[in-house]
Nanobody, 120 residues
Framework: QVRLAESGGGLARPGGSLTLSCVAS????????MGWYRQAPGKQRELVAD???????KYADSVKDRFTISRDNAENTVYLQMNSLKPEDTAVYYCVTDLVNQLHRRQQAWGRGTQVTVSS
């Protein structure tokens, strides 16, 4: 069984910073892409950023130049450094991974989410 554990959410002031972390654990043979989605109240879940196994990154236009995604392959961990936070960044942030499990099957795993609130 694969489990994703997110941490680092909380309350930040506009213009402030937060760093999210997500660790994948369980019987994992390999991890391909890793990423972060978010869902604000009353809105659809949207991709924030993702990173391939070889480090190629993609960002939503709304977070470009403010957020940075990175990963530690040895630790099965993905990070999201969020700077210059805005109230519109308020959402539940979900970690997602595209991996190969112990049955040699490709699987997409999701975390339970961590709340990020940006408010003065």
């Amino acid at each position: 069984q694969v489990r994703l554990a997110e941490s680092g959410g909380g309350l930040a002031r506009p213009g402030g910073s937060l760093t999210l972390s997500c660790v994948a654990s369980g019987t994992i043979l390999s991890i391909n892409g890793m990423g972060w989605y978010r869902q604000a109240p009353g809105k659809q879940r949207e991709l924030v950023a993702d990173i391939s196994s070889d480090g190629r990154t993609k960002y939503a236009d709304s977070v470009k130049d403010r957020f940075t995604i990175s990963r530690d392959n040895a630790e099965n961990t993905v990070y999201l450094q969020m700077n210059s936070l805005k109230p519109e960044d308020t959402a539940v942030y979900y970690c997602v991974t595209d991996l190969v499990n112990q049955l040699h099957r490709r699987q997409q795993a999701w975390g339970r989410g961590t709340q990020v609130t940006v408010s003065s």
